[in-house]
C-alpha cells in the first residue's frame, strides 16, 4: 500500500471528466476492490475491520487512488473531502443521465417529439425549467419520470425558494404523504412556504399535519408561528389593497393578492386556534407570547389580537407574563411603547393589564407613552403637526386610565412623564408649528387672491349695467334649457358672493393660526380644528369660484354651446384635482382629532 508510488496512468487510462464517469467508475472500482480497500467507499454489513489504524491507512490509500485519478474540476469537488466514501458520493453526482429538451408549446404533447441533451442531467434539467418558470418542461418530466420521488422532493423545493408558486403547486401534488411525514421535511416545507408567503401550500400542509403548528423545530429554525409573523410584517402592510384600486381596475395581479390575503388569514387562524394546547405545554405558552411581541413590534396588530384572544380562553393569566428577550414589560407595555391601539385597547377592555406597573428602568406605562414613537409608525403619517397630534392623543389617553401618582412619578434618570414627553418631541414640536406656519400662510394668499378677485367681479358684472334702470343687463337673462331653476346670471352672483365670504373666512382662520400659541395640548384639538375648518372655507371658496366662471361664459356666449362645454369640463377636472389634493389633509385631521378616549372599555369590548 505504498501511496507514493501510485500514478494515475496505473490505475485509470483517463483522469475523471465531465463526460466519462461511468467508464471511469467501473476501472477505479476494479482497482479498489484489487488493492482490499473498496470497503471503506462502500462498507460491508459485517464489522470484520475494528482496528481504526487499518482503517484509516485503507482510507488514506483509497482517497488517494480517487484524488491523482480525477480531472481538474472533478478534483476541485473533493478536494476538502477526507473520507473516501464522501468524495465517492460527490464524484457519483457526475454521472450523466439522459433527459430531454424542452416540448413544443402545446395542450398535448408527445414523449416522441423531444430530443435528448448529451450534457444534462435530469435534476439540472428540472432545476433549470423551474427558474425558467417553465411549466411545460417540469409537465413532461412527471410524464416521464411519474414515480421519482427523490427528483421531484429537491425540486419542489428549489420552486419555492424560487418563488415560482404554479411549479410548486404542480410538485407538491405528487410527494407522497409518507414523504411529508418523515424526519423534518415537513417542517422545513412549511417554513419555506410561509417565508414565500405561498400561504395555500402551507395551509393544506398544516391541515394534513397539525403538529406541525407547535412541533419543536429543528436546530436551525424558529418556531412556525414566529415565522409567519417576520414574513407578513413584510407582507399583510404592503398587499393591502386601497379602495381607490378597487374601483379603478380589476387585473389578475389585484385578485391574486387577495387570494393570498385570504390564505394568510386562514393559516393565521389555523395556527392560533392550535394554541388552545397551551394550558399543559410551557413550550406553546412561550412561543404565543412571544409571537404577540413580534407582532406588535412589527406592527400587525390583528395577529397579536387573534393570538391573545386564543390566550385568553386557555389561560388568560399568560397575558400578564413578560418574556419579551429585550426587557421585563408586559405586553400591555410593550403595546403602549410601540403605539398599538388596537393591542392595548383589546387587553384593556378585558382587564388584562397592570396600569401601575414599572420597568427595569423605573418607567410607568405613561413615561412608555411618552417616549417617541417607533418611526415607521409616523412615517405613516405625512407631516409634522399631525405626528405631534398623534403623540399627544395617545399620552392623553394613556394618562386617563393609570393612576393620578404615576403623573408624578420618576424614573431611574429622575424624570417625570411630562418631562420625558418633552425631551423626546422636542424636535417635532419645532418641525410642528414651521408646517403648521407655512400651510397658513401659502393658504392666507391664496385666499387673499380670491377675496381680492371676487370682490372686484361683483362689481364689474358680466354685460354692463341698464343706462336706465342701473340694474345689470343679464339679470332677467334666462336660460335657454327648461331644466334650469335658477337664471345663470343669478348663480354667477350666488357664487360670487359665497366665494367671497368663504375666502374671507378662511383668511380670517388662518390668520388666527399664525398668532397662536403653539404648545403641545394645543395640537390637539385647537390647532387642528382651526386648520380643519381654514381648509374646508378655502375649498369652497375655490370651487364656488370656478362654479361662477362658469356662470359668466354662459351668459356671455349664449347659445355657444360648443365653446362653453369644453371649458365646463376643464373647470370639473380643476375642482376634481382640488379635492383629490386637499380631501385627503381635511380627512386625515378630522380623523387624528380625538373624540372619545382610546381606552373606552365598552368598544375595546365590543
Request: charge should be neutral.
Amino acid at each position: 500500500m505504498e501511496i507514493a508510488t501510485l500514478h494515475p496512468s496505473t490505475i485509470v487510462p483517463e483522469v475523471l471528466k465531465k463526460d466519462n464517469y461511468e467508464r471511469w467508475s467501473i476501472l477505479i472500482k476494479h482497482y479498489l476492490v484489487a488493492q482490499d480497500v473498496w470497503d471503506v467507499v462502500e462498507p460491508r454489513p459485517t464489522t470484520e475491520e475494528t482496528n481504526e489504524m487499518v482503517w484509516t491507512k485503507k482510507n488514506a490509500l483509497a482517497l488517494h487512488a480517487i484524488k491523482i485519478s480525477c480531472g481538474a474540476k472533478a478534483f476541485d469537488l473533493i478536494k476538502n473531502k477526507e473520507s473516501a466514501r464522501e468524495a465517492w458520493k460527490e464524484l457519483f453526482g457526475m454521472r450523466k443521465v439522459p433527459v430531454y429538451h424542452d416540448i413544443p408549446r402545446r395542450h398535448e404533447f408527445d414523449p416522441l417529439d423531444m430530443v435528448m441533451p448529451e450534457e444534462r442531467g435530469l435534476q439540472s434539467y428540472l432545476h433549470d425549467c423551474i427558474y425558467n418558470g417553465n411549466r411545460r418542461g417540469v409537465e413532461s418530466l412527471i410524464y416521464l419520470f411519474p414515480r421519482d420521488q427523490g427528483i421531484f422532493k429537491s425540486g419542489l423545493h428549489v420552486a419555492i425558494t424560487a418563488g415560482q408558486e404554479d411549479i410548486a403547486r404542480v410538485l407538491y401534488r405528487l410527494i407522497d404523504l409518507k414523504e411529508l411525514s418523515r424526519e423534518d421535511y415537513g417542517f422545513i416545507l412549511l417554513e419555506e412556504c410561509i417565508t414565500k408567503k405561498m400561504f395555500e401550500i402551507a395551509l393544506d400542509l398544516l391541515n394534513k399535519f397539525p403538529d406541525l403548528a407547535t412541533n419543536i423545530p429543528p436546530q436551525g429554525y424558529i418556531p412556525i408561528i414566529l415565522t409567519l409573523v417576520k414574513t407578513l410584517a413584510s407582507f399583510v402592510r404592503g398587499s393591502r389593497l386601497g379602495r381607490w384600486r378597487l374601483w379603478i381596475c380589476y387585473s389578475k395581479r389585484t385578485y391574486d393578492l387577495q387570494s393570498r390575503d385570504v390564505d394568510a388569514r386562514e393559516v393565521v387562524s389555523f395556527l392560533c386556534q392550535k394554541l388552545r394546547d397551551l394550558e399543559h405545554n410551557q413550550f406553546v405558552q412561550n412561543i404565543a407570547v412571544e409571537a404577540i411581541f413580534l407582532a406588535i413590534k412589527n406592527g400587525i396588530p390583528e395577529i397579536a389580537i387573534e393570538i391573545a384572544v386564543e390566550i385568553a380562553k386557555a389561560k388568560k393569566d399568560i397575558l400578564w407574563t413578560s418574556t419579551d428577550p429585550e426587557d421585563s414589560r408586559t405586553i400591555f407595555a410593550y403595546a403602549i411603547a410601540h403605539r398599538q391601539e388596537k393591542v392595548a385597547s383589546f387587553l384593556y377592555g378585558h382587564k388584562a393589564v397592570k396600569l401601575y406597573d414599572t420597568d427595569e428602568y423605573g418607567n410607568n406605562n405613561l413615561h412608555l407613552a411618552a417616549k417617541l414613537a417607533p418611526q415607521f409608525q409616523l412615517d405613516r403619517i405625512s407631516d409634522a403637526a399631525s405626528q405631534l397630534q398623534s403623540e399627544v392623543r395617545w399620552f392623553k389617553s394613556v394618562e386617563e386610565i393609570v393612576p393620578r401618582f404615576c403623573n408624578e412619578q420618576k424614573n431611574k434618570d429622575g424624570e417625570t412623564p411630562y418631562q420625558v414627553f418633552v425631551k423626546e418631541h422636542k424636535n417635532m414640536l419645532k418641525e410642528a408649528e414651521e408646517w403648521m406656519k407655512k400651510t397658513a400662510e401659502s393658504s392666507t394668499v391664496i385666499g387673499a387672491l380670491i377675496i381680492t378677485i371676487m370682490f372686484a367681479v361683483a362689481f364689474t358684472v358680466p354685460g354692463g349695467n341698464d343706462e336706465n334702470t342701473g340694474f345689470p343687463i343679464f339679470l332677467n337673462t334666462t336660460a335657454p334649457a327648461e331644466s334650469f331653476t335658477v337664471t345663470p346670471f343669478t348663480l354667477f352672483i350666488i357664487s360670487d358672493a359665497i366665494s367671497l365670504f368663504t375666502a374671507a373666512s378662511s383668511v380670517l382662520i388662518f390668520l388666527g393660526i399664525l398668532s397662536a400659541r403653539y404648545a403641545y395640548e394645543d395640537f390637539l384639538i385647537s390647532l387642528p380644528i382651526k386648520l380643519i375648518f381654514g381648509l374646508s372655507f378655502l375649498f369652497i371658496s375655490i370651487a364656488t369660484m370656478t362654479v361662477a366662471f362658469c356662470a359668466t361664459l354662459y351668459v356671455m356666449l349664449r347659445g355657444q354651446q360648443k365653446e362653453v362645454i369644453p371649458i365646463t369640463v376643464l373647470a370639473g377636472i380643476l375642482i376634481m384635482c382640488l379635492v383629490l389634493m386637499q380631501l385627503p389633509l381635511l380627512l386625515k385631521n378630522m380623523a387624528l382629532t380625538p373624540r372619545r378616549n382610546i381606552f373606552d372599555r365598552k368598544t375595546a369590548t365590543a
